[in-house]
């Protein structure tokens, strides 16, 4: 390694570029937990079982009139039955022509006892079917939600993976021009700093800190090529340049 080619500014880059990689991949499992998705899905099971719950009481209903209708057909056929014997000339005495119309009477009024039940059920399943319908509609758009979401997540979740494939690479092209030294001095002081190493004094302020370094320090600071460390909280110290805002543009893109 050409130790004269070595920019410590690279540092600094290497820090920012680090910080972008983390940023990245924490939004890429943000995007993984996908809370959205998470809401839509259980929004969706909560429909799914109204709509079991509506589908079963439409079902309980249609079985409750198929059985008023079942009777009203065999009450039918009994009045048949009774008005045949009725006018069949067979009957002998008063009292027994009695009988038989005082049961066809009692069978007739049951029976329209029995049709308004009916018919106050058809009522009710006519109004639950819309409903039905409004529930089938809800669980579609929920459903076509869910894709949109899901193919929202994966294509910015390829976006990041790929910015962090092309960090990554940077990463290593600009490791490959530090110093092994320098680079074990970096490593060391991230470990103990908090997981930042690298500060910028900028009019005579540490961008770490945010501390002023007082007259006397900061006056042995004037070497733009040379690495000092912050008196105050201890990180790797360079000289503020301009160069240093090209290079946070150029990582933020
Ligand atoms: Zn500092």
């Known amino acids: 390694m050409d130790e004269a080619s070595y920019e410590i500014t690279s540092l600094v880059e290497l820090q920012l570029l680090e910080s972008a990689i983390l940023r990245k991949l924490n939004e890429i499992n943000v995007l993984k937990k996908n809370e959205k998705l998470q809401k839509l899905q ?110 929202e997540a994966g294509e910015k979740t390829k976006v990041m993976s790929d910015a962090v494939k092309r960090l990554r690479e940077k990463r290593a092209t600009v490791i490959s021009k530090i110093p092994k030294d320098a680079l074990a001095k970096y490593e060391e002081t991230k470990t103990k700093k908090g997981g930042i190493a690298v500060a910028v004094l900028k009019d005579r302020f540490c961008d770490i800190c945010n501390m002023e370094i007082p007259t006397g320090e900061a006056e042995k600071i004037k070497d733009l090529s040379k690495l000092y460390k912050c008196p105050l909280c201890g990180r790797m110290l360079i000289m503020y340049r301009d160069e240093i805002d090209e290079i946070k543009a150029g990582i933020e893109n």
């Open 42 to 151: 259980k929004e969706l099971s909560e429909i799914n079982e109204k709509l079991e719950l509506s589908d079963k009481e439409l079902v309980g209903l249609e079985h409750e009139r198929k059985k008023l209708e079942d009777m009203i057909a065999l009450q039918n056929e009994k009045i048949k039955k009774n008005e045949e014997k009725l006018f069949s000339g067979t009957i002998t005495s008063a009292k027994e022509l009695l009988n038989y119309q005082e049961e066809i009477k009692f069978l007739k009024q049951n029976n329209d006892n029995v049709e308004s039940k009916a018919i106050e059920l058809m009522i009710s399943i006519d109004e639950w079917k819309p409903k039905i319908k409004e529930i089938e509609k809800s669980i579609a758009r929920i459903n076509s939600e869910i894709e949109m979401v899901k193919k």
